[in-house]
């Protein structure tokens, strides 16, 4: 009679990734490390720098064609600007308000 032998299953350790992290609709984990690699070769918002001021500071990815217009531009670099987090507001503001 053969036995069988219980395999032991190591308890998997589940790594939760950062619970902080805010799900976004249309900002993916894909776009999450796009952006990124973007900001990393794009240091100044780039409507700061038309004032000829260097913010790097708070800086964001803003399609200049918006997703909701052309959503199929999202991954392409000719369509994207770096932005500061209030240049970014106030454009995303000007882009409510022309329609
Ligand atoms: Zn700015």
């Keep these: 009679m053969k036995k069988i ?3 032991k299953v190591p308890t998997a ?3 939760t990734n950062s619970t902080k992290e805010v799900r976004h609709k249309s900002y993916d984990t ?4 796009f952006s990124k690699a973007y900001r990393q070769r794009h240091f100044f918002c780039e409507e700061c720098l038309k004032d000829g001021k260097y913010n ?14 052309a959503p199929r531009l999202k991954f392409e670099e000719s369509n994207l600007q770096v932005l500061c987090k209030s240049c970014h507001a106030k454009k995303t503001c000007k ?3 022309g329609r």
């Design 5 to 7: 032998k219980q395999v």
């Design 13 to 15: 350790h589940i790594k």
């Design 30 to 33: 894909a776009w999450r490390k």
């Design 56 to 69: 790097s500071e708070k800086l964001e990815v803003d399609h200049i064609i918006p997703l909701c217009q």
């Design 95 to 97: 882009e409510t308000l």
